[in-house]
């Protein structure tokens, strides 16, 4: 996971020179993210591994194999996908959200 413990900036730094590589010297870069967001903006392909106990993969264009079902079965967790300007994230639902609670009031 090259971009692990790093903020933003500099995860956006590492995820740019590793698409400049690409594109400019056509080389294959693999690597290996839970960062689902860093996914769909760098990512050619991606491969979503089951949840566990589950062997079953799916691999492919990332708008295609990121799904909130696939997200959700694989971390546990609900999200919700946001698109805006042909941009797609996804952010988690945790349990206050779940419930239109605001812990913070």
Same mark, same amino acid.
């Given at each position: 996971?090259?971009?692990?413990?790093?903020?933003?900036?500099?995860q956006? !730094? %590492?995820?740019?020179l590793?698409?400049? #590589?690409?594109?400019?010297q /056509?080389?294959?870069i693999?690597?290996i993210?839970?960062?689902?967001?860093? !996914?769909m =903006?760098?990512?050619?392909? !991606?491969?979503?591994l /089951?949840?566990?106990?589950?062997?079953?993969a +799916?691999? /492919?264009?990332?708008?295609? +194999?990121?799904?909130?079902?696939? #997200?959700? !079965?694989?971390?546990g %967790?609900p999200?919700?996908?946001? &698109? =805006?300007?042909?941009?797609?994230?996804? &952010?988690?639902?945790? =349990?206050?959200?779940?419930?239109?609670?605001?812990?913070?009031?």
């Amino acid at each position: 996971e090259p971009t692990n413990y790093l903020d933003l900036k500099h995860q956006v !730094a %590492v995820y740019d020179l590793l698409k400049t #590589i690409q594109m400019d010297q /056509g080389k294959t870069i693999i690597t290996i993210t839970h960062d689902i967001n860093m !996914a769909m =903006q760098y990512c050619d392909k !991606a491969l979503l591994l /089951g949840p566990e106990n589950d062997s079953r993969a +799916v691999i /492919g264009p990332p708008q295609d +194999v990121l799904t909130c079902e696939r #997200i959700e !079965a694989v971390f546990g %967790v609900p999200v919700m996908r946001l &698109t =805006q300007d042909h941009r797609t994230i996804f &952010t988690p639902i945790g =349990q206050w959200l779940q419930h239109d609670q605001n812990p913070l009031s």
